[in-house]
């Protein structure tokens, strides 16, 4: 067991350092970045979806190659990750595999939301709208699916369906009801306009 805690710390540090690069922290010239001024807001935003999710796999990835073998394929047409663990044989490992996804999307949003730094970015938004929208599939129409993180945890005994649900649903939960009373956050998916209104939704040209 003691082998697989430097991977994890590595996991974690990556997460976090992440989180301190993405997010606008440090230089003041960051600040434009804010909710208000950006240029290219739902660009941004959906660049920090996207990136949240890449690390979800990163960390699977991380994980298989210190305790398996990682490979790619696809199952029904999307692509997957798959440990190259023998899960029969080492359920233990699979577990790690399986449930480092949603752990390394928890870490990171937890570090946003409790490192101080100026708030409301929208990379930032879209790193929050990332892990919390991926938990949010995997607690409910992604819970049984034949490659689901989830479903994969309750396999190889390390948490029940409704356990695993229920620990990284709270956590999802939580950090969405800060993000809610954060004024950083307000029309978190919304951009005020210079008149005072506000465009939702995402433009295309």
């Not at 999307?78 to 399986?98: A, C, D, M, W």
């Not at 992604?142 to 990284?168: C, K």
Request: aromatic share 8%.
């Amino acid at each position: 067991m003691l082998r697989f805690f430097p991977v994890v710390r590595r996991i974690v540090c990556a997460g976090f350092v992440v989180v301190r690069i993405a997010s606008p922290t440090i230089a003041h010239a960051q600040s434009r970045d804010s909710v208000v001024l950006s240029t290219n807001y739902w660009e941004k935003l959906t660049l920090g979806v996207v990136t949240s999710i890449l690390l979800h796999e990163s960390a699977h990835i991380a994980v298989a190659l210190a305790v398996g073998n990682p490979h790619f394929g696809f199952d029904k047409l999307r692509p997957t990750v798959y440990s190259g663990i023998n899960s029969r044989l080492e359920p233990h490992k699979q577990y790690l595999f399986s449930v480092a996804g949603l752990t390394m999307q928890s870490l990171i949003d937890e570090g946003i939301l409790d490192i101080p730094h100026h708030r409301g970015a929208a990379f930032e938004r879209g790193l929050l709208a990332g892990g919390i929208g991926t938990t949010l599939f995997y607690i409910t129409i992604g819970r049984r699916g034949s490659v689901s993180d989830i479903e994969y945890m309750a396999r190889m005994h390390g948490m029940t369906r409704n356990q695993s649900t229920l620990v990284f649903g709270g956590i999802a939960a939580m950090h969405t009801l800060r993000v809610a009373r954060d004024s950083h956050y307000a029309n978190f998916f919304a951009r005020p306009r210079p008149d005072g209104g506000m465009d939702v939704g995402i433009n295309v040209r």
